[in-house]
């Protein structure tokens, strides 16, 4: 059984680009979590996907958005890239929408400059 | 609106030395609770969680959290620790009734010390 694995690991990116960041999600889990964990920070909700629907968001503007694929692997795309975007992005999925444990990737560290 | 409070954040300690890490947290609705580790330059691991039932939950490598629901708090302890035990601990909460939305408080930085 093979965990969640995200993709890049790293990446730096200038003020203005757009990114995509990818999820690939432990086997048997539907749902997929998105979270932004800035230097010192606890991670910030952004949004969830369940069964390739969007299915809950957090407080975070129109430029951050994402896909679930058939398969339950997701993707998070931000446009018009901001300094203040820079952090380590988690993604967690889960066996279903509903309250259980969440299992988190290794995270992809997003410097924009 | 859910919160969460970790009233540390940064606790030192001496190897095998009891330590216990502090979380509060704010809710009009009964809650989940959980204790997250993260490792440097890793992704987060679960440690134990608070669903129902016996208020004290363990971990497998020797902590422990009991639910407080009039203090509304969900602290950690552990009675002995390791210099591996170093890392960042986030304690979360999350709605039963609803999607699986996690709310973190913004750590506590463990420093295990020889």
């Known amino acids: 059984e093979t965990g969640v694995t995200q993709s890049p690991t790293h990446l730096i990116k200038t003020r203005g680009q757009q990114v995509t960041l990818r999820c690939s999600s432990q086997?048997?889990?539907?749902?997929v979590s998105w979270y932004q964990q800035a230097l010192g920070q606890g991670p910030q909700f952004i949004f969830q996907?369940?069964?390739?629907?969007?299915?809950g968001r957090g407080n975070f503007p129109p430029r951050f958005s994402g896909l679930q694929f058939p398969n339950y692997s997701s993707e998070l795309n931000v446009n018009a890239l901001e300094l203040d975007d820079s952090a380590l992005y988690l993604c967690?999925?889960?066996?279903?929408?509903?309250?259980?444990?969440?299992?988190f990737g290794q995270g992809t560290r997003l410097t924009v400059v | 609106a859910q919160s969460v409070t970790q009233l540390d954040s940064q606790v030192p300690v001496f190897e095998e030395a009891p330590v216990e890490l502090r979380c509060n947290y704010s809710?009009?609705?009964?809650?989940?609770l959980f204790w997250y580790v993260q490792y440097p330059n890793q992704g987060l691991q679960l440690l134990l969680k608070?669903?129902?039932?016996?208020?004290l939950v363990e971990s497998i490598n020797g902590f422990e959290a009991e639910f407080n629901k009039s203090q509304t708090s969900f602290h950690l302890r552990k009675p002995s620790v390791h210099i591996s035990d170093t890392a960042e601990y986030f304690c979360?909460?999350?709605?039963?009734?609803?999607?699986?939305?996690?709310?973190f408080g913004a750590g506590t930085r463990l420093a295990v010390h020889p």
């Open positions: 967690a999925s889960s066996p279903q929408a509903a309250n259980t444990e969440a299992f």
């Open positions: 086997s048997g889990h539907n749902t």
């Open positions: 996907y369940y069964r390739e629907e969007e299915n």
């Open positions: 809710s009009s609705v009964s809650v989940y």
């Open positions: 608070y669903l129902s039932g016996s208020t």
């Open positions: 979360a909460v999350s709605d039963p009734g609803g999607y699986n939305k996690l709310i």
